[in-house]
């Protein structure tokens, strides 16, 4: 039997060990507690989260407003390269049909010879 009361012994050493170090855990969980609930009391930092929250819509405010000026500048931006195109577009047709006259004048005389 003493085999077995030796294991009874260390069982009871090791729960002994374990409630000690249980007391411990929830001591320190209390404390824990505590400072977390004088931590959402704390004045300072409920001031310091609303100043956060505040530079949080005035930074959402600043994206939206940069998002609307580069649509605007896109939508500008095209158009403009539209009425490039088509100002050179219009160029090159005109260059290319006073070319063309004139080739025709300058060879008229050579066609009504026989």
Known sequence: MPGALDA?????EAAD?????LQEVSVLVRQLRAEVDA?????????????EETWLAE???TVAEVR???EREAQ???SGVVRRWLVAAVFAVASAAAAGAAYARVTEPYQTQP
């Open 8 to 12: 009874f012994r260390a069982q009871q």
């Open 17 to 21: 060990a374990v409630r000690e170090r």
């Open 39 to 51: 931590l959402a009391r704390d004045d300072k930092l409920k001031r310091v989260l609303q100043r």
């Open 59 to 61: 930074a959402r405010r």
């Open 68 to 70: 609307y000026w580069r």
């Open 76 to 78: 500008r931006f095209w």
